[in-house]
Nanobody
Framework: QVQPVESGGGLVQTGASLRLSCAPP?????????WGWFRQVPGKEHECVAA????????YYLDSVKGRFTISGDNAKNTVNLQMNNLQIEDTARYYC????????????????WGQGTQVTVSA
């Protein structure tokens, strides 16, 4: 396994919840201290919606998802999860996880490659 495997997306109505799960490649969580969830809509760049550095219990959230999304790591299962509550139409995107590095006020993918992602579609 080379790429992370994302799952948990779906088609939901506004106000609903989804829980995304990411399984990084074996051993990668120990190499990269920070993992993030990113999303992309057609024609736009990936944006980081949340990131976690488990060793220091530090998290980052995009302003528009603060209070609605929660990122967490499960060491036992080697997964990085994103709980998304009160989903809005503007959350519609394909979601990816990747190791993250700080760039200015946001986080970017440090390995410059993406898994298949998982689609989240929010309807009115």
């Amino acid at each position: 396994q080379v790429q992370p495997v994302e799952s948990g997306g779906g088609l939901v109505q506004t106000g609903a919840s989804l829980r995304l799960s990411c399984a990084p490649p074996s051993g990668r969580t120990s190499v990269f201290p920070t993992w993030g969830w990113f999303r992309q809509v057609p024609g736009k760049e990936h944006e980081c919606v949340a990131a976690i550095t488990q060793a220091v219990n530090s998290t980052y959230y995009l302003d528009s998802v603060k209070g609605r999304f929660t990122i967490s790591g499960d060491n036992a299962k080697n997964t990085v999860n994103l709980q998304m509550n009160n989903l809005q139409i503007e959350d519609t995107a394909r979601y990816y996880c990747a190791p993250a590095g700080r760039l200015g006020s946001t986080w970017v993918n440090v390995i410059n490659s993406w898994g298949q992602g998982t689609q989240v579609t929010v309807s009115a």
